[in-house]
Structure formats: structure tokens, C-alpha cells
């Protein structure tokens, strides 16, 4: 791979002026024979409406300001300022770049002058975002306002004087949860004199961590309240991307009535947006006997898993892990029987170029033209390998120049993000491959590119990291690369899905019961629990604190309710799965990074190759019980990639509508999933060297899933044959999981599924997709309600991709552990077909489910 444009631009001190972005973009076009790009939009610059300074705002914090070329706000930071500072609650909703971190300085800092005793907290939810604001609040030098950083990095030492003598502490939820609100008696004077809670980016807090962080800030609102000088407690500031509904997500996170201020008055450069689909790659033979050339993965390298384990009738796609340990799809099917292939046994298998090489490309292009540019990978192994590839291009060009790309993702140690975030901002790199950990508000002035190596998952992402160009007001370039994936596909030749279009609202539930009970059990452990507090928790907390009881969590007094064992609850906010685990060095000690708790069993299992600034390490020894996995320096030809096995069972039907030979469910489902082998494929080709076995300990997850059901004469009178059922059912699966991001506020790495022929459960032909969070995330229930819609864009999806027996791009998944065998793309437009011919069009009615639950063999679908 070498840069296309390959000179020496932006090489050594400064950089060379960038090209505008509809030139830049006409020369990376020319890359390949066929254009890869499916579609331009252009999004005008806009004029800035300015606003007068509030007349409460002090003299000396306007100075400071202006010293940053601040001469005045934007009308919509003065609108939320002023309603802060008058005490309301409010959220400022508004594009990426759009200042909003005045709108909360203000009154804020304000405040702080005014009363030398008062405090604010300020809530990020990454510690980049965290460190970021804490250099510009910093940078302004204001007198008495001592602002710190307290979280998981801050050594010990400073965490006494942070506490005693910050009054504008930095920090994230997770330090909320674990360490101020536990000790809130040490935090009593902090919070006493708390004016202002400031929770930025907003709109991530989503899903199961959403909900879990809407309890922990109403704990912090109940010691505020214990501890406060003011019945009201302190006035809550939110920022957050554009999104839908953002005054209702904002309420329902705080358990306040909240204000949203949505109109952007601030200035904009013109974006040009390219929606770029990499080029087919020449066919290739493949046998019954498997594939003697494996292409590799077009994003990531996930997990995948083995049907040894699975019925011979069903397929799974489970979660596994991703870069934020949020679970990820992978696949469990049989192999195909060699009489489905053509005579001779073999079969010309033709993909798409990998979206990671053609971003790694595309990087060093743009780097090599000197534009400043960050490339945003789905998962920490993309990241690595993107940076790696555009790396060595970039150095067979240029010797050197190389040094101006890396990657950037969490489980960095501490003092490498912060190197990496300032070689950024300081333009020492010219080129940063990185997960989402930089989608946020990160101030990152002078980028002129951003490439988005496949869809994010929302619109409010995709919009989020294209911001991340541009800031300074010049124009600007962005690129969305789709994977080789039934969505991506979709989106990249249906712009108006992306353009045009209002961002997702932000989905989370505080009552659900998964995440209320832990967290009164946290709220009792830091004081007994009164009536009121109940009232403050809202709907199931009674209901949660009885079930706590009578499990003997909680013993019930007069006074309340109280903790009774010696240790605190231990309770993940972020669904990881456990404590992080270290990877260190066996030779050295030397500790590399941290992993998740939830990704250990998939990215660091004995055997596994990990990558951390280009350089590989492999596994020795995984120690789940110690938190540590260690690793030596070795650069193998191969890559690693999990696979685990998953078995569903259904627990109880909340809701389901009969619609003849189809039945729609809504429901609690049972999954367990084990990671129990590896694969090790050639780095060069993707074939596979050979499965290895990994001896791993089962997770069991309970969560909410929607599925439907079909009578076996309905696929019959469709022309589905018996033996098609389930390469038929586990298509649809795939492409189901894969066009539910369209519907829902999630990406395919919250979801899984599984399709049988036979599910014991339903007694009838099967497929399930369901949350990959204990107690469901909302992305079912949205599944269940908008099923016509999202089941015929995913038929469409199917029907309209132009290859003849399915490919990635409509109902093959890169993690189906078993070269997605048996698949069927005819009899998937088939099954879809009888499924929409009889569900209603229209929303379906919420019917509770049987008496008898948890039997799920309803009329519909027998």
C-alpha cells in the first residue's frame, strides 16, 4: 500500500496549507478504476448570530475570555447561561463546535466568583473530555477557582487536596459511583456549598449505562439534599449533541423538568460529506471443505463463533465484545451440506475490500498531502491495525513521516493519552487512528479531515465525529467508508436514510429492573432508604426495595431501610462484565494497557494476539480471577479471532400480536454464551491456519429480545423447502441484526440474535434478536414496535443488493463463525415476505402476554 499521493507535505515543523476538500476529495477518487463514491453531500457554511454578555457576568471572567477571542456569545449560549444562572435546569442540544461549554462556564464560573464558597461538579463521560475541559477552564486563570481532575488516573496524593480545596471538580460517573458518592461524609462540605452539576455530552448516556447513570446522579441529588444550604439542590447544565427530544432524555436522566435550547446560532464551515464504498475485490474459489482463502474481515477482527456446539437446525449471533465493551454480533451456524454447492465443490466467493485497509489508505493519502486527519475505527484492534498500515505506507514513501500517524483508544495508560492528545493539538501528528474515545467534545482545532471507517450507529455519532473537522470555521472533509455489512451497504446508497434526516432521540430506562435494585442497593449502602427516597428512584422503586428484602439485601426499620452486609454492592455501570484487566509483560512486568472485564474472554484469552502502538504481543497466560494477562513481543504472520457458542431460552412474553401464521413477540429470554475456540488466520490472504481450544467460563445473560414466529405451511406455500428453512431463517437473521441500527438508538454491537428451525421454546421456525445488556437496553421494545418498518427495510435491503447468492453487503456476517453456513438469500426475501404480508402495518398493539407465560406457543406462527 502506498499513498496515492505520496509527498512530503506537512513533513517536519508545520504543515503545508490543506487542499479544499472537494480537490482533496477528487484525488483520492482516483485511487481505484471504479469511483468509489456513491454519493456527495454538501453542507453550507452558516453566519454566527452573536449575543450581548449577560449583565451578571463579572468583568474579570469577560477579560479572560476575551484573552481566548471570545469577544461575545452566540445566542444560544447567552439563552442557556441565562436560564441557568436564573436556577433552571437546562440542556443545550446543539451542533457539534457549537460552544457549548460556555453556555455552562458562564454561570457557572460566574457563580464561583461571585460566592467564594461555592462549588461546581463537572460529569464527562471519558477522561479525554474531562482533561480537555479542565486545560480550557485552567487556561483562563481565574483566581479561587482551583479546578482538578479526580478519577481513576489522579494519583492518591492529590486526591485529599482535590476534595478539601478544588471548587470546580472534573470527573466522570463511574468516580461519581464508586468513590465520591460512597464517601460522601468526606465529600459532605464539597456538596454542601454544590451550586452547579454540569453533565456533558449528554446524549451517550444511553441504554442500560444511561440508566444506570440517571440513578446515580439521583443519589447525588439525595446527599445534595442531606448535605446541601439549599432545599433545591444545585442546578443541573446538560450539553448535548443534536438529538430528538433532548428536553424529555435530559429529564428522564436527571429525574428533573428540564429547558432545552436546540437553536445553533453559531457560525459553521461548509462540510463536504462522501459516502465512499469500497471496491469489489477479484472472486476467489471456495470448497465443501471450507475456505481455502478466508478475505478478511471488513472491519475489526471480532469475535466469531463455533456451531459445534449448536443445534443442527439453528444459528446464533451473539455479543461478544467491541472497543467500548459494548457486546458485539457474532454467529453460530452448520455447515452447508456439500450437495449446496455447485458441481465440483467449489464456489467463486467475491467481497468487498476491507473498509480498515481502504481507511488505512485514505489516511495516508491525506496525511501525505499534509491534512490533518482522524481516521474513527469501530473497535481498539481496527484502530491499531490502521494506524500500523498507514504507518509503514507512509515511511515507504516518505522515511519518517510515518511518525505522524498513531492510534488513540482506551486502556491506554494514562500518560500516553495525554501525550497523544497534545502531538494533536500541537500538530506533531498529522494523522490519528482512534476509536470513539475522540468522537466527544475534545477541542481539536485545525483538523481539516475526518474518515469513518463504518457506520457508528447513530446519526447523532455520525455527525458527532464528522464535527470533529473544521472547528476553526475552515471548510471542511468527511468520509463514511462502509464495511462490508448489510447496513452499511444500505446507507451509503440511501443518503437520504443520513442526510436530511432528524438524529435519534436517546433511549434509556430508569425502571428497569436490572439496574433500580442494584442501585438502591448502592443508595442504602451510603444511608438507609426512606419513602421519600423512593419517590426520588420513581416507578419499580418499591417494588425493587421489597425484592432487595426479601432476598436479604436490605432489613426494613422503622427508620428506613438498611444495608446489611459489611461490603458495598458491587455494581458496573458500564455493562463491562468485571473489573479491568491488566496486560503486562512477563519479561519486564511492565505494565502495556488495560482491557475490560466484558472483552478479556475475546481479546486477551491464551494464545490471543494484542496490539498496542503497532507493536504485537501474544498471550501467555489470562488470570480472570487476578485481573492480569501476560504477554510477550512477538510478530506472528496471523491474527487472532474468538468464537464462542450461544443457546437461548425464552423466560416469559410481555407482549405479541398474532397475526395468523406469524406471531410478533416482545419477551425476557435466557442467553448463554461461551467462548471456546480461536481461530488463527494468515494476515496477508485471512485463510484460516487452524481452531484451537480455549477452556473459558460460561456467561449467562438475561435481557429482553423481540422475535417472530412462522407456521411451517406458510414457508411451504412461499416455496421455502424444508431443508432451506434454516439458511432461509439464519439470512434474515443477519440482515435483521444488520438494518436494526436504522430503527434504534444502537449499533449492531448492542444486539444478537439467534434462528432455528425448530425453537423448543415456540415450537415453530424461529429468529430472535435481542439486547446484549442484562435486563434489555430499549432496543427490542423499539424493534417490536417499528417490526413492519424495520422488517421491510431489511426484505428491501435483501432483495435490492445486487449479488446472487448473498454477500457481506446483505445477509452474510463477518462474524458468523462458521463461513455463514447455511445461508440463503432467495428464501430470506421469502420468509420476509410471509412476515410483512401478515403483520400489521401500523404499530402493534401492546397485548400482555398468556397467562401461562413463560410458553410462548401462541396461534400465530403454528
Not at 466467493?349 to 485497509?357: C, D, G, H, P
Not at 474515545?437 to 481539516?448: F, N, R, T
Not at 432528524?502 to 425502571?511: K, N
Amino acid at each position: 500500500m502506498t499513498p496515492a499521493a505520496a509527498v512530503p507535505a506537512g513533513h517536519g515543523p508545520g504543515r503545508a496549507p490543506a487542499a479544499a476538500p472537494a480537490e482533496l476529495l477528487r484525488r483520492l477518487r482516483t485511487r481505484h478504476a471504479v469511483d468509489p463514491v456513491t454519493h456527495v453531500e454538501r453542507v453550507p457554511a452558516r453566519a454566527g448570530t452573536p449575543a450581548s454578555w449577560p449583565e451578571w457576568v463579572p468583568e474579570e471572567l469577560r477579560a479572560a475570555l476575551g484573552r481566548r477571542g471570545v469577544v461575545a456569545p452566540w445566542r444560544h449560549q447567552a439563552e442557556a447561561a441565562e436560564l441557568a444562572y436564573a436556577g433552571r435546569h437546562v440542556v443545550v442540544a446543539t451542533g457539534t463546535a457549537s460552544g457549548k461549554s460556555l453556555a455552562y462556564q458562564l454561570p457557572a464560573l460566574a457563580t464561583l466568583l461571585a460566592d467564594p464558597r461555592a462549588t461546581v461538579l463537572y460529569l464527562a463521560p471519558t477522561k479525554a473530555l474531562a482533561a480537555d475541559q479542565l486545560r480550557a477552564v485552567a487556561g483562563l486563570e481565574l483566581d479561587g477557582v482551583r479546578p482538578a481532575c479526580h478519577d481513576g488516573d489522579t494519583p492518591r496524593a492529590e486526591r485529599d487536596w482535590i476534595r478539601q480545596h478544588s471548587r470546580f471538580v472534573l470527573t466522570n460517573p463511574d468516580m461519581l459511583h464508586h468513590g465520591i458518592l460512597p464517601g460522601h461524609a468526606h465529600w459532605s462540605g464539597f456538596l454542601r456549598r454544590l451550586a452547579y452539576v454540569i453533565v456533558d455530552e449528554c446524549h451517550t448516556y444511553r441504554g442500560v449505562f444511561g440508566s444506570h447513570v440517571a440513578h446515580v446522579l439521583r443519589r447525588l441529588r439525595r446527599q445534595c439534599a442531606k448535605y446541601g444550604r439549599t432545599p433545591g439542590g444545585p442546578t443541573f447544565v446538560l450539553a448535548s449533541a443534536t438529538s430528538g427530544d433532548p428536553a424529555t432524555a435530559a429529564g428522564r436522566l436527571t429525574g428533573l423538568p428540564v429547558t432545552a435550547v436546540t437553536e445553533d446560532a453559531s457560525p459553521r464551515g461548509g462540510v463536504t460529506f462522501a459516502l465512499w464504498e469500497p471496491p469489489l475485490l477479484p472472486a476467489e474459489p471456495t470448497t465443501s471443505a471450507g475456505p481455502s482463502s478466508v478475505p478478511p474481515p471488513s472491519s475489526a477482527p471480532s469475535a466469531v463463533s463455533s456451531s459445534t456446539s449448536a443445534p443442527a437446525s439453528s444459528s446464533t449471533s451473539a455479543p461478544a465484545s467491541s472497543s467500548t465493551s459494548v457486546p458485539a454480533s457474532s454467529s453460530v451456524s452448520v455447515p452447508a451440506s456439500p450437495s449446496a454447492l455447485p458441481p465440483g465443490g467449489a464456489d467463486l466467493t467475491q467481497v468487498r475490500r476491507s473498509a480498515l485497509r481502504e481507511t488505512a489508505d485514505l489516511l495516508a493519502d491525506t496525511v501525505a498531502a499534509g491534512v490533518r486527519t482522524l481516521a474513527f475505527v469501530r473497535s481498539r484492534k481496527g484502530a491499531e491495525v490502521v494506524a500500523t498500515a498507514a504507518r509503514r505506507a507512509l515511511d515507504e514513501a516518505v522515511p519518517g513521516l510515518g511518525g505522524r500517524v498513531a492510534a488513540y483508544r482506551a486502556g491506554y495508560l494514562r500518560e500516553e493519552r495525554r501525550e497523544l492528545e497534545r502531538a494533536l493539538l500541537h500538530g506533531d501528528l498529522l494523522g490519528l487512528a482512534s476509536t470513539n474515545a475522540l468522537e466527544l467534545g475534545v477541542d481539536l482545532v485545525g483538523l481539516d479531515a475526518v474518515l469513518i471507517c463504518g457506520w457508528p450507529g447513530t446519526r447523532a455519532s455520525l455527525w458527532q465525529q464528522a464535527g470533529r473537522a473544521g472547528r476553526s470555521g475552515d471548510e471542511a472533509l468527511a468520509v463514511l467508508v462502509a464495511r462490508d455489512d448489510p447496513l452499511d451497504t444500505y446507507l451509503v446508497h440511501h443518503p437520504e436514510a443520513l442526510f436530511g434526516r432528524p438524529v435519534e432521540a436517546t433511549v434509556l430506562d430508569p425502571a428497569n429492573p436490572y439496574v433500580l435494585a442494584p442501585q438502591l442497593a448502592c443508595a442504602a449502602a451510603e444511608a438507609p432508604l426512606t419513602p421519600p427516597d423512593l419517590e426520588l428512584f420513581g416507578e419499580g422503586a418499591k417494588e425493587a426495595v421489597d425484592e432487595l428484602v426479601a432476598a436479604g439485601a436490605l432489613r426494613q426499620r422503622p427508620t428506613g431501610w438498611y444495608w446489611r452486609h459489611r461490603e458495598r454492592p458491587e455494581v458496573d455501570l458500564r455493562g463491562e462484565g468485571g473489573a479491568p484487566v491488566c496486560v503486562v509483560e512477563a519479561s519486564t512486568g511492565r505494565l502495556l494497557g488495560t482491557v475490560d472485564g466484558g472483552s478479556a474472554h475475546f481479546l486477551i484469552h491464551p494464545g490471543a494476539v494484542y496490539l498496542h502502538q503497532g507493536v504485537s504481543y501474544v498471550v501467555d497466560q489470562l488470570d480472570l480471577a487476578d485481573g492480569c494477562a501476560l504477554v510477550h513481543a512477538e510478530e506472528p504472520d496471523w491474527s487472532t479471532h474468538a468464537r464462542d457458542v450461544t443457546s437461548l431460552s425464552v423466560v416469559s412474553v410481555r407482549s405479541y400480536v398474532d397475526a395468523g401464521p406469524v406471531g410478533l413477540f416482545l419477551g425476557e429470554v435466557d442467553v448463554t454464551s461461551q467462548v471456546v475456540s480461536y481461530q488463527r488466520r494468515r494476515i496477508a490472504s485471512g485463510e484460516v491456519i487452524d481452531t484451537r481450544p480455549l477452556d473459558l467460563p460460561a456467561r449467562e445473560l438475561r435481557t429482553v429480545a423481540v422475535w417472530f414466529t412462522l407456521s411451517p405451511q406458510s414457508l411451504a406455500l412461499a416455496g421455502v423447502e424444508p431443508a432451506d428453512v434454516p439458511g432461509a431463517l439464519h439470512a434474515a437473521e443477519h440482515a435483521a441484526i444488520g438494518l436494526l441500527p436504522l430503527m434504534a438508538t444502537c449499533d449492531r454491537w448492542d444486539i444478537g440474535g439467534l434462528s432455528t428451525a425448530l425453537h423448543p421454546d415456540t415450537e415453530a421456525p424461529t429468529v430472535f434478536v435481542y439486547d446484549g445488556h442484562p435486563g434489555g437496553a430499549g432496543f427490542a421494545e423499539r424493534a417490536y414496535r417499528t417490526a413492519a418498518e424495520w422488517l421491510r427495510a431489511t426484505r428491501d435491503a435483501i432483495a435490492e443488493c445486487g449479488c446472487e447468492a448473498g454477500c457481506p453487503s446483505c445477509v452474510q456476517s463477518p462474524k458468523c463463525g462458521n463461513g455463514n453456513n447455511p445461508l440463503s438469500k432467495p428464501d430470506a426475501v421469502r420468509v420476509l415476505d410471509v412476515v410483512l404480508a401478515n403483520l400489521p402495518s401500523d404499530r402493534p398493539p401492546q397485548q400482555p402476554g398468556p397467562a401461562d407465560a413463560p410458553d410462548a406457543r401462541l396461534e400465530g406462527g403454528r
